[in-house]
């Protein structure tokens, strides 16, 4: 699978370079973002910007994998998702449930947010 990687201070973007996320890749993909649960930076961006058709198992897996963060406090923010990738997670129902954004910037402010918030409750938290 061909990924790009760039790390920043507080979190990881991930650009997928596949126009095909097909259901024998899931595995892979799955196997790659999970990894990332046990980084010293575990919060994701998931750039889809390149990403033109995805099967309907790699997209429950991203929904799942994105879950799995958010219940080990961590953030996973998908972005740029192109208009058929979309309509892929619409019709299986997961736009609902997964964190989305039209752009990667915007991903950034969501994961800027989260860590704010994460700070916060964790300062309230230790005051009870």
Request: contains cysteine; hydrophobic residues 45%; negative net charge.
């Amino acid at each position: 699978m061909n990924v790009k990687i760039d790390t920043k201070e507080k979190f990881t973007v991930i650009g997928l370079n596949e126009p095909d996320i097909s259901a024998n890749m899931t595995a892979e993909m799955g196997n790659l973002l999970s990894s990332f649960i046990k980084k010293t930076i575990p919060h994701l961006v998931l750039n889809m910007s390149q990403v033109k058709n995805i099967s309907d198992d790699a997209a429950y897996s991203i929904a799942t994998i994105q879950h799995e963060f958010y219940e080990k406090n961590f953030s996973f923010v998908i972005c740029a998702l192109t208009e058929l990738v979309e309509a892929v997670f619409e019709r299986l129902e997961l736009m609902e449930v997964i964190n989305v954004t039209p752009t990667e910037s915007e991903a950034w402010d969501i994961v800027q947010m989260e860590e704010i918030e994460r700070e916060l409750l964790g300062g309230f938290d230790e005051e009870e």
